[in-house]
């Protein structure tokens, strides 16, 4: 593997994470209450599975901008796709489409679909892929512009893919006419 795919993918996963433990963090009782919708704790343990998550985001999401424990942080980031992923198809499995998925923070709130498990799936791809060995050569200074190119590309694409499954829904009420 080439390292600028591996440097791309953690820094981009890193933001993701970063990301999402501040929309989190912002709104505490928020993210509690969707930790509680998933219906996968018991209620008397969503606050502390809820604070947990959170500091589970924050330590991957610095763990993969670190070189000497990237892989450890690649790996956490992986692991947490799969609790996430879990998660969002057992209700999908239960029919429980209708709750907030806590993925965006207070401020858009994203039901659960198929489309969400697919996401988080070609996202655990991408960090799988960063986690083959990479070939140890040093980074130049065009390396460091594709790494910076690609992490601006692939940033805008989730942003905008991200948008589009949050609006999924008022534009499926739209075309049916509901």
């Given amino acids: 593997m080439d390292p600028v795919i591996t440097v791309t993918v953690s820094i981009c996963m890193s933001l993701l994470f970063g990301a999402a433990a501040v929309h989190k963090l912002q709104a505490p009782a928020a993210f509690r209450a969707a930790v509680e919708d998933y219906r996968l704790v018991p209620r008397a343990l969503a606050g502390t599975v809820a604070v947990a998550l959170v500091l589970a985001e924050s330590l991957a999401a610095l763990l993969a901008l670190i070189p000497p424990t990237q892989a450890a942080g690649l ?27 806590g993925c965006s923070g207070p401020a858009a709130r994203q039901v659960l679909s198929g489309w969400l498990v697919l996401r988080n799936l070609l996202l655990l791809a991408l960090v799988l892929l960063a986690l083959e060995p990479s070939a140890p050569r040093p980074l130049n200074w065009l390396d460091l512009l594709v790494v910076a ?30």
């Fill in 75 to 101: 790996a956490a980031i992986a692991g947490l796709l799969g609790v996430y992923t879990s998660g969002i198809g057992i209700n999908l499995y239960r029919g429980r489409r209708d709750i907030d998925c």
């Fill in 149 to 178: 190119f690609g992490v601006l590309v692939a940033s805008g694409l989730y942003l905008a893919i991200n948008q589009l499954l949050i609006q999924l829904p008022g534009m499926t009420r739209l075309r049916s006419g509901v």
